[in-house]
Nanobody, 123 residues
Framework: VQLVESGGGLVQAGGSLRLSCAAS???????MGWYRQAPGKERELVAA???????YCVDSVKGRFTIVRDNSKNTLYLQMNSLKPEDTAMYYC???????????????????WGQGTQVTVSS
């Protein structure tokens, strides 16, 4: 299984970025999610999506971030709008071995991780 993230970068506050995660070696309907980790902090869930494309976003990004999957391309996306300096972190794509009716929201639910893509938001 390989998860390859892309799309990170440096952006000014209020700007937008779209992260992509290309998945290979895994069933395209498995539960997936995006996590982030800032320096000195624990890895935290940002958004998750079920096999049927039900979604969950943490309160701090609701209304600003959208998680979407394109099963035909085996690709997961995170559209990030109205970015804030506190969104600065390494962003990781995660995938479960399992199908899921609801989004998985705990770290232990995920079996595979990408290498991460850096997002830096300047004030």
């Amino acid at each position: 299984v390989q998860l390859v993230e892309s799309g990170g970068g440096l952006v000014q506050a209020g700007g937008s970025l779209r992260l992509s995660c290309a998945a290979s070696g895994i069933f395209s309907f498995n539960a997936m999610g995006w996590y982030r980790q800032a320096p000195g902090k624990e890895r935290e869930l940002v958004a998750a999506i079920s096999s049927g494309s039900s979604t969950y976003c943490v309160d701090s990004v609701k209304g600003r971030f959208t998680i979407v999957r394109d099963n035909s391309k085996n690709t997961l996306y995170l559209q990030m709008n109205s970015l804030k300096p506190e969104d600065t972190a390494m962003y990781y794509c995660a995938a479960s071995k399992k199908l899921a009716r609801v989004p998985f929201t705990t770290l232990d639910d995920y079996d595979y991780w990408g290498q991460g893509t850096q997002v830096t938001v300047s004030s």
